[in-house]
């Protein structure tokens, strides 16, 4: 069972100028002249992590990552002005031909998917292949399931916390009553409600694993809990507009993908993206080779996950030599 690769540091890191007031963090690591890889963090607004550069063989790829606007070390943090799904994905363009780059793989997981699967849509030429973990079609149905009518019969208990985080006049609509608490000018209500969003996230995707303690701030102080609400409000931000996209549109613009190697992963137990949107992306792409996972989850974190991305770009590394 294959492992995560040795940890690296970036040989070079930079911000790139969108034209807007965003700065957008980037990294390089492993080959300075190896095959270009794109990593396409979840979220919105979770940012990547050091071990996000260990999925790829540090000798044959050029790894990128990126923190999307408003993440991670992008500045300024948390900002929604200019933050739609469409300046995403310029905002890849911009860092494809900043590095000079012809072709690259492009590999994303979960609200990363989503992001690959629309850049490869618009931008089919540069893209050498795909490697899809954990499908989010950021689909009304997909939003739904997550914070109407699905998990939430899954883990009750959770659900309940957030749902009576929020004023009892603005339960109705829960993600209606979360954005209006969250943009409401009571501070302790703005954060409780930010609190249960991350625990109720944290819940379904890890499951039997999640440990409340880890959704919390690292500490009471305006600064972290600042950080915390403005995270939550970019997650509902994209929510709340539909992720920016149509209706259906990443399955009704499939078509266009023929010809692009592709790779779909998805773990049978994720309750974050359920396996029916992987099913209905497979036969979108029938010459995607489709990875289920019996044992896996939604996070890329145990040993199934790892095994089966890394067994994935190390495939891509042999077809691109």
């Known amino acids: 069972m294959k492992t995560l690769y040795p940890e690296i540091q970036p040989h070079h890191t930079f911000f790139l100028e969108t034209g807007s007031k965003h700065s957008v963090y980037v990294e390089l690591s492993g080959n300075p002249d190896g095959f270009p890889v794109i990593f396409l963090h979840g979220g919105p607004c979770?940012?990547?992590?050091?071990?996000?550069?260990?999925?790829?063989?540090?000798?044959?790829?050029?790894?990128?990552?990126?923190?999307?606007?408003?993440?991670?070390?992008?500045?300024?943090?948390?900002?929604?002005?200019?933050?739609t799904t469409g300046d995403l994905i310029d905002d890849m363009e911009r860092i494809r031909q900043q590095l000079g780059i012809d072709r690259w793989l492009v590999f994303g997981g979960?609200?990363?998917?989503?992001?690959?699967?629309?850049?490869?849509?618009?931008?089919?030429?540069?893209?050498?292949?795909?490697?899809?973990r954990g499908v989010f079609l950021a689909r009304r149905m997909d939003l739904d399931w997550f914070a109407k009518d699905g998990a939430n019969r899954i883990y009750p208990e959770q659900w309940q916390r957030l749902v009576e985080s929020i004023p009892e006049?603005?339960?109705?609509?829960?993600l209606q009553g979360v954005s209006q608490a969250l943009w409401g000018e009571d501070e302790v209500t703005r954060l409780r409600v930010?609190?249960?969003?991350?625990?109720?996230?944290?819940?379904?995707?890890m499951g039997n694993n999640f440990e409340r303690n880890n959704c919390q701030p690292a500490a009471q102080n305006g600064n972290t809990a600042d950080k915390l609400v403005k995270q939550v409000r970019m997650e509902v931000h994209y929510a709340m507009n539909n992720y920016f996209i149509e209706e259906n549109r990443i399955l009704e613009n499939?078509?266009?993908?023929?010809?692009?190697?592709?790779?779909?992963?998805?773990?049978?137990?994720?309750?974050?993206?359920?396996i029916e949107a992987a099913m209905k992306l497979h036969q979108a792409l029938p010459d995607?080779?489709?990875?289920?996972?019996?044992?896996?989850?939604?996070?890329?974190?145990?040993?199934e996950m790892i095994d089966a991305l890394i067994s994935a770009t190390d495939k891509f590394a042999e077809k691109l030599i």
């Open 46 to 83: 979770s940012g990547t992590k050091p071990d996000h550069r260990r999925f790829f063989n540090p000798e044959f790829y050029r790894i990128i990552l990126f923190d999307q606007r408003g993440c991670g070390q992008s500045l300024p943090f948390g900002e929604l002005e200019d933050n």
């Open 110 to 132: 979960s609200w990363g998917a989503t992001l690959a699967l629309l850049y490869a849509q618009k931008h089919k030429n540069p893209v050498a292949g795909l490697i899809i």
């Open 169 to 174: 006049q603005q339960r109705e609509n829960l």
């Open 254 to 274: 499939c078509g266009g993908l023929s010809g692009i190697p592709a790779i779909i992963i998805h773990g049978r137990n994720d309750l974050v993206c359920p």
């Open 194 to 205: 930010a609190k249960e969003w991350t625990a109720w996230n944290g819940q379904v995707a």
């Open 288 to 303: 995607a080779e489709y990875i289920i996972l019996p044992n896996a989850g939604h996070v890329a974190q145990n040993e």
